[in-house]
Structure formats: C-alpha cells, structure tokens
C-alpha cells in the first residue's frame, strides 16, 4: 500500500499546504481519505479523479470535508456525468453536506455518491484494499480509518482527542497517520478534542506502531518541534506529512 499526503495543514489551509487529504492506494485501487479545502486541486495533480474507487470522510469539519463539493460538481456538471463513486462518512457529514446543498429526493449527489453510512465497527471491502471505520474522541461524530491490504496496515485518527475506546480498537499498525494538532503539554478543558505531538508519540509506542506520521499540524506551528515532541514519547524518528509525498507500507 501507498499513502500520498495530498494536504495535511491542521485546522485551515496555506499557501502551499492543502488540509487534511490523503490518497490511499494498493495496485489498481485508489481512495481518497477526506478533503479539505484545496486537495482537490491536489487530487488532480497524480490521479484522474475519475479513476478513484472510494472516498472517505472522517466527519463534518470544514478542514475535512469542504472539497467534497468540488469533486461533487467535477463529476457531475460534465457531458457525461460519473455516477456511483463509493462515499463512506457518517450521518453527520451526509446530513450536513446534503443540508448545505438543500438536497431533497432525486438530488444530484445521490447519483454520483454512492453513500454508505457509518458510524464505526464495520468493515468495507473497496478493491484490494479492507476498510475499517473507527469512532474517534472529537467534538463532532468523527471516524477514524484503518486501511488493510496483503497484512499491511495504515490507520488514520482523523481529529480526536485521547479519550473513548479508540485506542484498543487500532492494533499494531505499520503506519499510525496521527494528528497533533497542539505542542507542549496538555491543560485545561478542552484539550481532548485534539492531541498534543507528545501524545501522539504516546499513542504511537503504546498501541506499538511500527512507524509514526504527525498530521494535522496547524501553519502557525512549527513542525518540526511537534517532530521533536514527539519522538520524546514514541522513542523512535518521527515523520511529519509533507504534501506531494508517498509513504510506503
Ligand atoms: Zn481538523
Ligand atoms: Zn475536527
């Protein structure tokens, strides 16, 4: 399997960093894994969108979700419209983007998504690749993914704090794409809704990741002190996501 970090700036976009948005690929099988604002553009930059075979959105924020809708009218305001591409989100994201659209029955969107909802614990089989959605520990119902093929494996926390039974349910992993979205220690109310780059190297040695990717990093932090932070608690070198580069599990 192949994981290319089309976006990873946290919380909102720079000039030169989509946020989150990833592309999973094994052979023949692509996935795109959420899309934030400007990872269309990057989508396009190594693929003919028309060649993916699912797309997966960890849950309803803005910095996840937004170029959905620009897919959405890339397939469908053309001659020949692409209908039926896999959609894998929860109720949340698909009540909230048909909400947007004031999608009522016979909409567009249901013709070229073909939507699963889930809410986490179910498996998806999606070419040569296994998906395994993951209830996470944030302020909106949010999934996190974890992506199997030929007994490698890639999990994806999207936004989440610490908290819930998210943890047990990752297993060893040979890729842990983990956000870190805050530096030092935390405090305070309100820090589970995200992690610091410390406990994502926490997370990353308890749940025995064999490699660690911090994700989600916001531009007004400095990356490589959450890399430091983090290989502190993971004991081991950490990697940042960098836009326009592949990982290989
Ligand atoms: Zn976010
Ligand atoms: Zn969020």
Redesign the pocket.
Known sequence: MQLSVLGSSGTYPSQTNPASSYLITHGSTSIWCDAGPGSFQALLDVMNPDDLDAVVIS?R?P??CTDLFAAFHALTYRPRPIEGLTLIANRSVIDHVKGFLDAGHDHAIDRAFDIHVSEGGERHRVGGIEIEPVEMD???P?LGFRFAADGRTIFYTA?TGPGGSWQASVGAVDLLVCEATMQGTPSGEGSGLHLTAAQAGEIASRIGATRLLLTHIPPHLETLMSVREAETTFGRTVMAAVPGTTHEV
């Open positions: 849950h924020h910095d996840h944030h302020s909106a949010t936004d």
